[in-house]
Nanobody, 118 residues
Framework: QVQLVESGGGLVQSGGSLRLSCAAS????????MGWYRQAPGKQRELVAR?????????AVSTKGRFTITISRDNAKNTIHLQMNSLNPEDTAVYYC??????????WGQGTQVTVSS
């Protein structure tokens, strides 16, 4: 079993910054990548940023240059951080942590709300 624990999020003014974190624990050896997705009301869930265990990151076009994803790993835990800068109201959504696993079902976090006021 893998557990994902998310932290961060909240309310920020346009132009501000927030940092999201997600820690994966349990049977983490199967995880080869982790990332963040988001879902705004009435919209489909979309990729925000994703990073592999090797540190290779990719970003959505709308977040590239403003968001930075990083990963730290030890024997017990994989942790990713998403630094979000220059936030705007279009970034308002529920943000979900996600883990890609080798030969196993992907894992989702419970979600954390990010609200950007104009």
């Amino acid at each position: 079993q893998v557990q994902l624990v998310e932290s961060g999020g909240g309310l920020v003014q346009s132009g501000g910054s927030l940092r999201l974190s997600c820690a994966a624990s349990g049977s983490i050896s199967s995880i080869y990548a982790m990332g963040w997705y988001r879902q705004a009301p009435g919209k489909q869930r979309e990729l925000v940023a994703r990073i592999t265990n090797a540190g290779i990151a990719n970003y959505a076009v709308s977040t590239k240059g403003r968001f930075t994803i990083t990963i730290s790993r030890d024997n017990a835990k994989n942790t990713i951080h998403l630094q979000m800068n220059s936030l705007n109201p279009e970034d308002t959504a529920v943000y979900y942590c996600h883990a890609d696993r080798m030969l196993l079902e992907d894992i989702w976090g419970q979600g954390t709300q990010v609200t950007v006021s104009s």
